[in-house]
T-cell receptor, first 113, second 114 residues
């Protein structure tokens, strides 16, 4: 059974700093890994999708990496801004070829102005 | 539409009543998912529809929960005889249905059972 862990559960950093969020998963036979952000009381916004054949994916100030063999992914946020404050979730398909997602419990990020 | 929409955004119901939650996926997306986000429980999968295939109902917590998808588009999640533990945010997502597709989520329905 796939299990996804995100550490830390909460993180506070001053505005302007670069930061890294971590995600680990137990079953490396995945199709892809997706990073989301969730603002309080809102749904999930997709940030980045990394296919299993990729090692990195970039969108603006965000860079996600994937190391399937070690069961890890990181989300790097450059030059953080107060608007980046949210909960960040990673998710992987539950079984290879099955697209229902198993989610981590998230990292609640606070950017201090 | 531009994205996945869900209605209602909030629903308060009395214990024992039935509720229906609606999801409109992105036009052209063949796969549709329902998830539940409970306080302290994280996000859990409920049910998955892909085209005309039989739905994957493996995540439904009890037989009080059911869902249908009419015409391959709109989906309704029904909870019968609601219990307080059903209180959660119910999220719907859709994808193009090709393997490895990005899932797009709606804003969710917050259900409170009193």
């Amino acid at each position: 059974k796939q299990e996804v862990t995100q550490i830390p559960a909460a993180l506070s950093v001053p505005e302007g700093e670069n930061l890294v969020l971590n995600c680990s998963f137990t079953d490396s036979a995945i199709y892809n890994l997706q990073w989301f952000r969730q603002d309080p009381g809102k749904g999930l916004t997709s940030l980045l999708l990394i296919q299993s054949s990729q090692r990195e994916q970039t969108s603006g100030r965000l860079n996600a990496s994937l190391d399937k063999s070690s069961g890890r992914s990181t989300l790097y946020i450059a030059a953080s801004q107060p608007g980046d404050s949210a909960t960040y979730l990673c998710a992987v398909p539950t079984n290879f070829g099955n697209e229902k997602l198993t989610f981590g419990t998230g990292t609640r990020l606070t950017i201090i102005p | 539409g531009a994205g996945v929409s869900q209605s209602p955004s909030n629903k308060v119901t009395e214990k024992g009543k039935d509720v229906e939650l609606r999801c409109d996926p992105i036009s052209g997306h063949t796969a549709l998912y329902w998830y539940r986000q409970s306080l302290g429980q994280g996000l859990e999968f409920l049910i998955y529809f892909q085209g005309n295939s039989a739905p994957d109902k493996s995540g439904l917590p009890s037989d009080r929960f059911s869902a249908e998808r009419t015409g391959g588009s709109v989906s309704t999640l029904t909870i019968q005889r609601t219990q307080q533990e059903d209180s959660a945010v119910y999220l719907c997502a859709s994808t193009l249905g090709t393997s490895g597709g990005e899932q797009y989520f709606g804003p969710g329905t917050r259900l409170t059972v009193t």
